[in-house]
């Protein structure tokens, strides 16, 4: 006999909430007339409200106009406009992959569902008993986005740490990054942050990254770069893109782009991204291509319309592409003068003590978020009595501050950072 519905699920242990999503429920619940949510990694103005860009606003106003955009299924791979479009802006207008057909895209759910989509079609074809030492595995920089573990954990890869941040310097391990790269074994699975590494801001500098691609290369290493942030880091979505162009240039490096438009097209509810693999040959690219389809129609069946029918827009017509181009200028922009605004407060009105000796690593920080270089006793201190919610690791989201609220919150990183 079935077992009674009210025993089925009795040894279901309740999980922990999740941290981002927990800390923005406290803020929100949260009366205190001046907190501060420098928890969510969503873009903010200057007043502390989302903001739907100008260039999304005409052409949402355009699709709606349009009498003959249905609400039909798209197909399985997504809307084909969108993915080529993407795999343009991610990879280069005069991309060599392109041109000789080696690019697989497929329309995903947002950043999230390219990770899952890669994560599992290098479950199901990734030879590991042939690569990376026979292991299951993939390298994940530590730290890392937390959604990375969870993701891949659930496609049966083990993620495990390579070095990355440095909390002497509040920088790049680069020592240890390339170490990793040169002690894993030949044909290992590395994830790479494209540009903003989150939750860091650290990314490697262009030398930097010609270094790791060399490593790449001589050992085989396959790369499987999450782009979250593409004109976030320096307002420029070719400068953003440099990493992942460069990879894919060298040919020799087999290489995974997850792309998500939540951020950079302020998106975030739309989950318009996609994934693009890129193969050696054509042949191989249809067949890569096809097993694709085969697992987002088991997963999802087809992608969603409207987010992916904006981003279209943005990236094909001419004036709404010049409008976009200025929107995400605006965004990093003001990012930008928000680190400037904290590290002049915090070195030149408070002189405040830094973690590492100088505040130097907020100005050198890229993108949208930056590592304070707390401890998590400090970084309570500053949530409970101060009311300005940031995660345990004193990672802050420098598009949660304005000009109105940046010197209150500099006010109370002082007085963290002269508490034991
Ligand atoms: C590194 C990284 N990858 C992927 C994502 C996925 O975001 P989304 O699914 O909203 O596109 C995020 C979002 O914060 C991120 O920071």
Same mark, same amino acid.
């Given at each position: 006999?079935?077992?009674?519905?009210t025993?089925?699920?009795?040894?279901v242990?309740e999980a922990?909430?999740?941290?981002?999503?927990q800390?923005t !429920? !406290?803020?929100?619940?949260?009366q205190y007339?001046?907190k501060?949510?420098?928890?969510?990694?969503?873009?903010? +103005?200057? #007043?502390?409200?989302p903001?739907?860009?100008?260039s999304?606003?005409?052409? @949402?106003?355009?699709?709606i106009a349009?009498?003959?955009?249905?609400?039909e299924y798209?197909?399985i791979?997504g809307?084909?406009?969108?993915?080529?479009a993407?795999?343009k802006?991610?990879l280069?207008?005069d991309?060599?992959?392109?041109?000789?057909?080696?690019?697989?895209?497929?329309q995903?759910?947002?950043?999230?569902? !390219? #990770?899952?989509?890669?994560?599992?079609?290098?479950?199901?074809?990734?030879?590991?008993?042939k690569?990376g030492?026979?292991?299951?595995? $993939?390298h994940?920089?530590?730290?890392?986005w937390?959604n990375h573990?969870?993701?891949? #954990?659930?496609?049966?890869?083990?993620?495990?740490?390579?070095?990355?941040?440095?909390a002497?310097?509040?920088?790049? +391990?680069f020592?240890?990054f390339?170490?990793?790269?040169?002690?894993?074994p030949?044909?290992?699975?590395?994830?790479?942050?494209a540009c903003a590494?989150?939750p860091?801001?650290v990314?490697p500098?262009?030398? @930097?990254?010609?270094? $790791?691609?060399d490593? =790449?290369?001589?050992?085989?290493?396959?790369?499987f770069?999450?782009?979250?942030?593409?004109?976030?880091?320096?307002g420029?979505?070719?400068?953003?893109?440099?990493?992942?162009?460069?990879?894919?240039?060298?040919?020799?490096?087999s290489?995974l782009?997850?792309?998500s =438009?939540a951020?950079n097209a302020?998106?975030y509810?739309?989950?318009?991204?996609?994934l693009?693999?890129i193969?050696?040959?054509p042949e191989?690219?249809? !067949?890569?291509?096809s097993?694709?389809?085969?697992?987002?129609?088991?997963? $999802?069946?087809n992608p969603p319309?409207?987010g992916?029918?904006?981003v279209?827009?943005?990236?094909?017509?001419?004036s709404?592409?010049a409008?976009?181009?200025k929107?995400v200028?605006?965004?990093?922009?003001?990012?930008?003068?928000?680190?400037?605004a904290?590290?002049?407060?915090?070195?030149?009105?408070?002189?405040?003590?830094a973690p590492?000796?100088?505040w130097?690593?907020?100005?050198?920080q890229?993108?949208? =978020?930056s =590592?304070?270089?707390?401890?998590?006793?400090?970084?309570?201190?500053i949530?409970d009595?101060?009311h300005?919610y940031m995660?345990a690791?004193?990672?802050?989201?420098?598009a949660?501050?304005t000009?109105s609220?940046?010197?209150y919150?500099?006010?109370?990183?002082?007085k963290?950072?002269?508490?034991?």
């Open positions: 006999m079935a077992a009674p519905a025993e089925v699920w009795s040894s242990p922990p909430p999740d941290a981002i999503f800390l !429920a !406290a803020y929100k619940a949260d007339e001046k501060v949510n420098l928890g969510v990694g969503a873009y903010r +103005d200057n #007043n502390g409200n903001w739907v860009l100008p999304v606003k005409k052409a @949402q106003a355009a699709l349009d009498e003959s955009v249905d609400h798209l197909s791979t809307l084909a406009e969108f993915t080529a993407s795999a802006l991610i280069g207008a991309s060599a992959a392109i041109a000789e057909k080696r690019v697989a895209s497929v995903t759910i947002s950043g999230t569902g !390219a #990770n899952h989509l890669g994560a599992t079609f290098l479950s199901k074809f990734y030879d590991f008993s690569h030492g026979g292991k299951r595995e $993939i994940i920089s530590n730290p890392t937390a573990k969870a993701i891949f #954990n659930m496609c049966q890869i083990n993620p495990v740490d390579y070095p990355y941040y440095d002497k310097t509040v920088g790049l +391990d020592e240890g390339t170490g990793a790269l040169k002690s894993a030949d044909g290992s699975v590395f994830l790479l942050h590494h989150n860091t801001g990314d500098t262009r030398d @930097q990254w010609h270094q $790791i691609a490593i =790449f290369e001589s050992k085989k290493h396959l790369a770069f999450d782009c979250a942030y593409q004109g976030f880091a320096s420029d979505l070719d400068a953003d893109a440099y990493s992942v162009r460069h990879f894919v240039a060298r040919k020799s490096i290489v782009v997850c792309q =438009f951020k302020g998106l509810g739309e989950r318009a991204g996609a693009h693999v193969s050696a040959t191989q690219n249809k !067949a890569v291509f097993q694709l389809a085969v697992i987002q129609r088991a997963e $999802i069946s319309a409207f992916a029918r904006v279209t827009l943005l990236l094909t017509d001419p709404l592409w409008q976009w181009q929107d200028k605006e965004m990093a922009g003001r990012i930008i003068e928000m680190r400037k904290l590290f002049s407060l915090l070195t030149e009105k408070f002189k405040t003590p590492g000796g100088s130097d690593h907020i100005m050198k890229i993108g949208m =978020f =590592f304070l270089g707390l401890s998590p006793k400090q970084v309570k201190m949530v009595e101060g300005i995660t690791n004193s990672r802050i989201s420098m949660g501050l000009t609220n940046v010197e919150v500099a006010s109370w990183i002082d963290a950072a002269r508490s034991a």
